[in-house]
């Protein structure tokens, strides 16, 4: 299993332009989520989904920031327009719930943002 | 609101040194309680899981223990080395409603010494 892949690794952009972040899942996981992790706030959840379907998008900062998963193998996290503040490392994770809670989450590797 | 308490915030010690985490959380409904590692600039690596209804998980030289009505875990790390250094986080999830949302703490740095 090639765990959690997130794209890319590193992404330097400038303020106003439009920025996206890709996920592709553990297969046969049923829950993704989205994390964005600063020294200020530490983890923060934006949202995340079950069976493709946006659950909780509570903790998504402004309606700058959108995210989809149009299949269980894919999930895009897009920020229009960035700003400076937005400068952060993304997580995905996921998590093969299957209706029950004894499961735990598997991390990506991450995508830093820098908007300058 | 859950919230999720790490102490200490940074931790140094010695090499071959047994040394405690702790985790304090102040909503004891969780479901199950999770331990990360966090290398500088990485991702979060798993650690241990425990479910709601168990006292403790062991894996090497880790072992996590879990007391929900004190609303506390640990994780023991068993003769220290090096390559122990890193960032350990808790977090906890909701038992009703969005079970399986996790709360996480802020962590604790440790550096271990050779």
């Known amino acids: 299993d090639a765990g959690v892949i997130q794209s890319p690794r590193h992404e330097v952009t400038e303020m106003g332009q439009e920025v996206t972040l890709r996920c592709k899942p553990i297969?046969?996981?049923?829950?993704l989520f989205w994390y964005r992790q600063t020294m200020m706030r530490g983890l923060e959840l934006l949202i995340y989904f079950n069976n493709n379907v946006p659950i909780d998008d509570s903790g998504m900062p402004e309606d700058r920031f959108s995210a989809k998963m149009p299949n269980a193998s894919f999930s895009t996290l897009k920020i229009q327009p960035s700003e400076p503040r937005d400068s952060a490392v993304y997580f995905c994770?996921?998590?093969?719930?299957?209706?029950?809670?004894?499961?735990?989450?598997?991390f990506g590797s991450g995508t830093r943002l820098t908007v300058v | 609101k859950q919230e999720v308490t790490q102490i200490p915030a940074a931790l140094s010690v010695p090499e071959g040194e047994n040394l405690v985490l702790n985790c304090s959380f102040t909503d004891s409904a969780i479901y199950n309680l999770q331990w990360f590692r966090q290398d500088p600039g990485k991702g979060l690596t798993s650690l241990l899981l425990i479910q709601s209804s168990q006292r403790e998980q062991t894996s090497g030289r880790l072992n996590a223990s879990l007391d929900k009505s004190s609303g506390r875990s640990t994780l023991y790390i068993a003769a220290s080395q090096p390559g122990d250094s890193a960032t350990y986080l808790c977090a906890v999830s909701r038992v009703r409603h969005n079970f399986n949302k996790f709360y996480f703490g802020s962590g604790t740095k440790l550096n271990v010494k050779p």
């Open positions: 994770a996921s998590s093969n719930g299957q209706g029950r809670a004894d499961y735990g989450y598997t």
């Open positions: 297969s046969g996981h049923d829950y």
